[in-house]
């Protein structure tokens, strides 16, 4: 069964996107003056997807197209990303997307610092969306979430366990697109994906 086709959670009561806590924590992060790359961002990025997303992927950092659009993965990253989503069987409101950092950073680096200064308001996206499955990009969110997991290289496409839910780091889509290598690998990474996702969209209902 492909994972559009699994029956879903039964609903909860209020969808994170509408409450007045959402509301007021995307206002803080737009206004977020934490750390240096408020100085130079267009738009701060807080979130992509349905209003209340079952599975959540957790990206790096915006780029300049991100920058731009205010929206996460709307580059060329998020073409790749969103064909994996499609590929998964996932629908537009089942999913949602967040970064470790709201803020595009400068040469495509990720300072420490701003990863430190935007940890809370990825937490609290989370304990808001309160997804059932986790799904990062990339090691630097492995290693956010999941301390000590070991090599992306290593992990990838295996299920971890965040917060007493299964997560399952990718590597970072960017880095297929910079080394084609890595694409049987992504594709691969991402049929073993699909098949925890299956199993555990079904089995908790
Ligand atoms: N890469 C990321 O990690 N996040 C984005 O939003 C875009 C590219």
Do not use: K
């Given at each position: 069964m492909a994972v559009g086709d699994a029956p879903r959670t039964p609903r909860r009561a209020a969808a994170p996107l509408r409450t007045a806590a959402w509301r007021g924590l995307r206002r803080e992060i737009e206004r977020c003056?934490?750390?240096?790359l408020a100085g130079t961002r267009t738009h701060a990025v807080v979130y992509r997807g349905?209003?209340?997303?079952t599975v959540v992927w957790i990206g790096e950092a915006p780029g300049r197209a991100e920058d731009l659009a205010g929206?996460?993965?709307?580059?060329a990253s998020g073409r790749r990303l969103d064909r994996a989503i499609a590929d998964l069987g996932?629908?537009?409101?089942e999913f949602g997307i967040v970064n470790l950092v709201k803020c595009r950073p400068p040469a495509n680096r990720l300072p420490r610092a701003s990863v430190v200064a935007c940890r809370p308001y990825l937490e609290r996206q989370l304990h808001l969306l309160d997804p059932r499955f986790v799904i990062t990009l990339g090691r630097h969110a492995l290693s956010e979430l999941?301390?000590?997991?070991?090599?992306i290289t290593r992990v990838a496409g295996c299920e971890l366990v965040w917060n007493g839910r299964p997560l399952v780091p990718l590597l970072h889509p960017a880095a297929i697109l910079h080394n084609p290598v890595l694409a049987p690998r992504w594709a691969d990474d991402l049929r073993r994906l699909g098949r925890v996702l299956d199993r555990v969209l079904r089995q908790t209902l």
């Open positions: 003056e934490r750390c240096p349905g209003e209340r997303p929206r996460p993965f709307v580059g996932l629908g537009p409101e999941v301390p000590g997991a070991g090599p």
